[in-house]
């Protein structure tokens, strides 16, 4: 079992040795669960997977602009285990 101390301000740091457990690198979020008898359950948060993260992940990262058949023809070609 690991111990946390709270400091004055009501914050608790985490162990690395915890962290490297739950998988959780710096700027990834942690959820906790309230559970009965003042006990928590603490797991590394799972991306939602909503299309609003996608929309411009690869924005400026190249000159070219993939038309829709190109995009198309790469998905298809995904599917089919190629490259």
Same mark, same amino acid.
């Given at each position: 079992?690991? *111990?946390?101390?709270? *400091?004055? #301000?009501?914050?608790?740091?985490? &162990?690395? %040795?915890?962290?490297?457990?739950?998988?959780?690198? =710096?700027?990834?979020?942690?959820?906790?669960?309230? $559970? =009965? +008898? !003042?006990? !928590?359950?603490? &797991?590394?948060?799972? =991306?939602?997977?909503?299309? %609003?993260?996608?929309? !411009?992940? $690869?924005? !400026? #990262?190249?000159?070219?602009?993939? *038309?829709? %058949?190109?995009? +198309?023809?790469?998905? *298809?070609?995904?599917?089919?285990?190629?490259?």
């Amino acid at each position: 079992m690991t *111990t946390l101390t709270v *400091t004055a #301000r009501g914050q608790v740091t985490l &162990k690395k %040795e915890l962290l490297q457990h739950l998988g959780v690198k =710096p700027g990834d979020k942690i959820e906790l669960d309230l $559970l =009965p +008898d !003042g006990r !928590g359950m603490l &797991k590394a948060a799972q =991306p939602s997977g909503a299309i %609003e993260g996608f929309i !411009g992940l $690869l924005a !400026g #990262r190249t000159a070219k602009a993939a *038309t829709l %058949e190109e995009i +198309d023809a790469a998905a *298809t070609q995904g599917w089919a285990g190629k490259e």
